[in-house]
Structure formats: C-alpha cells, structure tokens
C-alpha cells in the first residue's frame, strides 16, 4: 500500500508493507482521511505516535470500507463502511483498527463527511456529555466555535436541546456567523461579549486560558468548565472562591492518550448518540477543501495556514 | 430561652422568644454547639445568617432533644437525641431544624462530640465522597488536615479504606502528628513533601491556592481537587495543560448556601456512611476545649486564637 510518509518533517507519499488485522480488528481500505492539529505536531516531530502505531504514517480519524477482518471480531464484516479515531497511520490506503472503536458510516453520508467526523465529533462529544454532562435546557458557552471540534460541539449541543452560544473571535465575518446559526448556535458573539451572555451552565473551552478566566465569573450555579484546547494560553489564574461560590468545576482532558477500551466507550457513546441524526443528514461536517492523499504536504500547509471554516480531508486516490 | 447574642459584635447571653416547630420540623433543646470560622465572620458583622434564620444568634451546627415536632415530621419524636448543621441560630438553649437535616445521635456518643460533629464531616464527606468520589484503594492527599474538617476527612477516606496522606504546616508538633495517624492517615507530611508522596488521585484542598498549585502536577490520572478552604489565598495560577494531561478536575463548594433539600441529601449520605461507624465509636471527634454558652465570646476568642487541635464546643448551661 501507499501512505503519507513523514520523511524528515516533510510528507511524501510513498510505499509500505500492507498491514494485517490482528484479533479484534478490521483492516480498512481508506477512502478519506481528516487532518487534525496534532498532525501537524507529529509532522514536526513533536507528538510522536502512541505505541502499535506506525511512526511514520500520521492521521488520527478514517473512513473507508472493511477489507478484511482479524479473529473475534464480531459487528462489521467485508464490505461494510467504517469510520473511527485512530491512535496514528490513518492517512494511507490500508489502516487496521480496532472493531470497538469503529462507527458505522450510514448509507447517505459522504466520505468526505465520514473522514473527517471521528476526532471532532468524539472529543466534543466526550467533553460536552461525557464530562460536563450537558443537559437539555441548560445554556452552554462554546468558546473557539469557528473551528473542527466547535463546528461539531455546536451541533452536538444543539441536537441534545441546550441553548447553544458560540464565541469567535471574529464577528465581523458574516459568512462563519452565518454557519454557526445554520449548525444551532443561538447567538454569536465576540469573548467581550461573555459577561453579558451569562450565565452558563457549561462553558467549552477551545481557546484555552484567556477563556477560563473570562467565563469563570459568569458561571450559574453547578458550572462546568472542560477545557480541551490551549492555543491562546495554557497558565489561568483562577479565583477559587468564584469556583466555590459557584460550585463550579473546571477540567480537562485529551483523547489520543487514552486506552483502547477508553476509546471504545468514547465511541459507542457518540453513535449512541448521533446514528440517527446522521442517517436524517442532521449532522454536518464543514468541509473547507479536499486534497488527494499523494498531495499531503500542501493539505497540510493549507491546514496551518488557518482562516478555514471546516476540516481539510485527505482523499485516496 | 436564652441564646448567644451578638450585640455590636460583641457576644452576650440574652434571653428571646422560645421558637415553634412549623411542619416539618423538630424543635430543639440544645445541649452543645461547635464553633466554626463562619461564626467569626458573622459576629464581625459579615457573612449574615441566610433568610429564616435568626440575625443575632450564631451556631451552624447543634445536638440535643427533641422536645416539640411540627405536622408532618415523620423520623423523630419528642425525647429522641438529634444533631444537624443549621443555617444559624444553633447556639441557644431551643432551636428549630428541619427534620429532613437532622441525624440521630447514638446511644454511647457524648454530647460535646455530637455538637461538634455535624458542620465538620458534613463539608467533608460531601467534599470527599459526593463530589471527589473518593473510592477504596485510592490515594488521598488531606491539605491542612490538622482542623475540624480535616481531622474529619481522615477519619472518612480512612473509613472508605484511602490511603490517606495528611498534610500539616508543621510536622514537628509530635501531639498532632500522632493525632492524624490516630485518626487513620497513613502518613503526615509538610506540603513541601507533596511532590514525593503522590500521584494522588483525590485532594481535599482546605488551605487555598498554593496547594492547589502545589498538587495539580501530582495528581493521577483522572485526579480531582476539591477546595473548600482558601484561608492562604484564593488566586491560584492553574496549568491547564496539567489539567487535561492527568484529565483531571478541579471543583469547589460551600455548605451554607444550599437549599434545604440539598442539605436534607447531605446529611442523608453522611448519616448513610458513618452511622455504624459513630456507633461503634470508631469516629472521633476531637474536642479541644468546651465552653458554657453563657461565656461564648471567651470560647470565640479561643477559636480565633488558633493552635488548637480539635474542635470548641459550646455547652448548654
């Protein structure tokens, strides 16, 4: 098979052994592959891929359709069409993954859509139900909207009936206020505008510190904080008595480190809870561009580049 | 009756209305009350008692008979012995609870250790077991463990079968160390010492910011602080990429603020898990020094002066 290939930071999309699936899992023929920010990282050499996972091959989310099944396995077969998280080599022609962490692709749903749901969705899934634990009714700040995971906690708070408010840093770009009213978000608004948006019962933290310490002081009663994004600043102070006051939380987490078995819980909970929505085509993945897999490096320049509204995603040839 | 009186913060020994029962609730011949830091606060004039509660009569916590009920109380009658926190007005020879906050008493438990016992572990047993979770086999770090609430907390992660390290300003007071492996700590430490005794899974936090700075690196995965003391500052500086590599949290509460129902479900899980154990005398409650009600101001002047291990309970004359 063929897969990007990190070769002295640059991407180059070469030849390697085809892997084989191993008890438990599904070797998949990828068709679309999402770029994520740790891609990057990992192409820097920074990041480097967990244990079992080549070193070489990044991307951390695929779609494409089972070829071949290990021992044990007991939900998909040959043919089925998959989509999953993976710990690293999603972008290549073949990747193995474990059955439990895999999702079904409903019929309707395009690959470029499926390659690009698993990360997003499941870190905004796991960090607005999982761990905050949002309920219907409740208002939720979703601070860094503009971006894959807030696209997706966007939506994902809206299909659970949450009053949805998205933060940018840019309102004046009417075409992403635009898409975040279309996704569910209720108001969009500016970070200045978070004290006059209160109170909220969750607060989504993409940006990292600079956002803490603004939302901490508007938190209703019973406020949860889950921050899963540092970009802007990872020291916050934090005033323990507005945490006590408000009988508040703040918490944090990654994906990529967790177990198997973790992931897998991550998993089932998401399709759980969006199988359906996807079917109806409910659930969307902004999509800012495609790029052949063989053309990587420019993909990935064009993911650091920024300004986009939605995932870049890799295509097989 | 007479009652703990503040007058121009100043505490005298007054005589005032007996109160009545309205449904719901257990009129209260007070035998003892503890003193606790909110009392201070409020003889100096801050931290006002809540809406239906006396304005000049201190005491959050009491024990004592019941010897009148109101329609519609159910668990208790006249004669039976009682102990609950209370939104104020528990330093007086009669006060009136709801009975929904109340405990019994057990046979063989002295009345100065039954008015001592209710603020205490209730704040730490809703801090340790209902927010923090703490499970058997856990590793527990007890910050500023020498006070009411921490000695209490030792006794309780010791009691769910933690590990249960205590942490003290000063180690070489050989009386209070002995005390806190008495309780059930497994070791007593400085907080310089905390770098060397973790990763800890749970930390009660009752000093404030610089040891929540202090153990946030320590912390296992899926560790949880929770503050509910910020004696030694409130404004900690918080790495949140610490946060969300040990996928931990941070969380904080008081007490006082909560509504009856809440309180009534406090006290349902403290008495749940210590009513066996108070029984069998196998909980503690360290009395320091005990009072008559009539000489409250000296027994306040006694809390605020500190160094004392165990708690100052006021006794009805």
């Known amino acids: 098979m063929y897969a990007v290939t990190i070769v002295d930071g640059i991407l180059e999309w070469q030849e390697h052994p085809d892997p084989l699936p191993g008890p438990g899992q599904l070797l998949v023929q990828v068709t679309a592959a999402g770029i994520n920010g740790a891609d990057l990282l990992q192409r820097k050499g920074f990041y480097p891929a967990p244990p079992g996972y080549p070193v070489d091959i990044p991307g951390l989310e695929l779609a494409g359709t089972v070829v071949a099944t290990g021992e044990g396995t ?14 690293g080599g ?17 019929d309707g749903m395009a690959w470029e859509s499926a390659g690009g749901f698993p990360e997003a969705f499941s870190t905004a899934h796991d960090a607005l139900v999982t761990q905050a634990g949002l309920s219907a009714g409740e208002r939720v700040l979703i601070s860094g909207a503009a971006g894959g995971v807030g696209t997706a906690a966007v939506q994902l708070a809206a299909l659970r009936g949450a009053e949805v408010v998205a933060s940018i840093r840019d309102t004046g770009r ?4 635009d898409v975040l009213h279309r996704l569910g978000a209720t108001s969009v608004i500016t970070p200045d505008e978070v004290p006059v948006s209160g109170p909220f019962d ?4 993409l940006v990292g510190a600079p956002g803490v310490e603004q939302v901490l002081p ?5 406020g949860r904080i889950v921050v899963i994004g540092v970009g802007a600043g990872a020291k916050a102070e934090v005033n323990l008595l507005a945490v006590m006051g408000a ?17 897998a819980s991550v998993a089932a909970a998401l399709e759980a809870d969006t199988a359906r929505a ?17 053309e990587a490096q420019a993909a990935y320049d064009r993911f650091a580049a920024g300004g986009k509204v939605g995932k870049i995603v890799l295509l097989a040839p």
């Open 218 to 222: 508007h938190l209703a009663l019973g």
């Open 174 to 177: 009417g075409d992403v206020v």
């Open 90 to 106: 999603g972008q290549a022609g073949l990747a193995v993954i474990p059955e439990s962490g895999a999702l079904a692709v409903p």
């Open 247 to 263: 009988r508040a939380s703040i918490s944090g987490s990654t994906l990529r480190s967790r177990t198997e078995t973790e992931k």
């Open 278 to 294: 996807l079917a109806e085509g409910s659930l969307v993945v902004p999509v800012a561009e495609t790029f052949p897999m063989s």
């Open 202 to 205: 969750v607060s989504l933290e």
């Open 74 to 87: 007991r939900r998909f077969g040959v043919g089925d069409r998959v989509m999953a998280v993976t710990g």
